[in-house]
């Protein structure tokens, strides 16, 4: 499974959730705006992501905090060996 436009934790959850049993990996193109310190110093895959958790409730008006939960909700469902969080390469800017 590739998702490449996931915006809300909930639907995220709830997809990945449908799909788990039937797909054996999921991957979720993310935006470099889920870390918590972008644009104000350089980032990569350790780096903090913003706070927002895998159920936060539908319909949230947009904004860079969801992609976090978005991830989160993928990592919630596939874990960390049956997803891949695509969002930067190494040292961003």
Not at 29 to 35: D, E, K, L, T
Not at 46 to 65: R, Y
Request: with cysteine; proline share 9%.
């Amino acid at each position: 499974m590739v998702d490449t436009s996931g915006e809300q934790p909930s639907d995220v959850l709830l997809s990945a959730g449908l799909l788990r049993e039937r797909a054996g990996h999921y991957t979720f193109v993310s935006s470099i705006h889920a870390f918590s310190d972008w644009g104000e110093r350089p980032v990569n895959e350790d780096s903090l992501t913003c706070p927002c958790p895998a159920d936060t409730p539908a319909s949230q008006p947009a904004g860079n905090h969801l992609k976090a939960g978005c991830e989160r909700a993928v990592l919630e469902r596939f874990g960390a060996d049956g997803s891949l969080i695509l969002n930067c390469p190494p040292a961003c800017r």
